[in-house]
């Protein structure tokens, strides 16, 4: 059956069917060839699984996907490994928080790294309550962050504590459509739980 991969694990990884979660294990023979193509199963990943007589669910086939976000890690010597971070993304948001989490020069790596995978970035501009200067401060941090974006690319400045018109279901709603995949990129603290819990309690209230 065809299946969406949720989350990798050490052995194995789990899957959705559109309806509920599976446990599943790769074979082998598709682990090895991933591997020694430099590369591997991530989050968003399409595949293909069956069901053994034991009840077990097994990945035999990943399809190609259709991007990747990668980086590099060095050892520190000669060796590098490309690490894929998830697969067949729509949208990136770049999440930036207003306060001491602000770094223009971090969030243009963010901005190579989706960029290069063909993958459509949006600046999320967090705690926009606890930014200096205001709603005046506001407006000069997104000057500054949509001078950095290629055309075409958006950002938005929010309060995800506000379910208002201020609120990052309103500015985000161009982004939020069926069948389109997210994913949120930023440093620790910038508020992305924050901000998926947010949308997802938007979700449910609006029955989506």
Known sequence: EPMRVTEVQREGVTLHDGRAEHDARLLPALRQALAAAGDAIAVGDWVWARRNALGEWWVHTRVPPLNQLARRLHDGRDKVTRVVIVSNVDTALLVMGLDHD????RLERYVALVSLAGVTPVV????????????EGVAERL????????????????????????GPAASLAPWLQSGCTLVLLGSSGAGKSTLTNALTGAEQDTGA
């Not at 500054?144 to 201020?166: F, Y």
């Open 102 to 105: 602000y770094n223009l020069r």
């Open 124 to 135: 999320v501009l967090t705690k926009a309550d606890l930014c200096r200067g205001g709603p």
């Open 143 to 166: 000057c500054e962050v949509q001078a950095l974006l290629p055309p075409g690319a958006a950002a938005v400045a929010v309060n995800a504590l506000d379910p208002g018109t201020d």
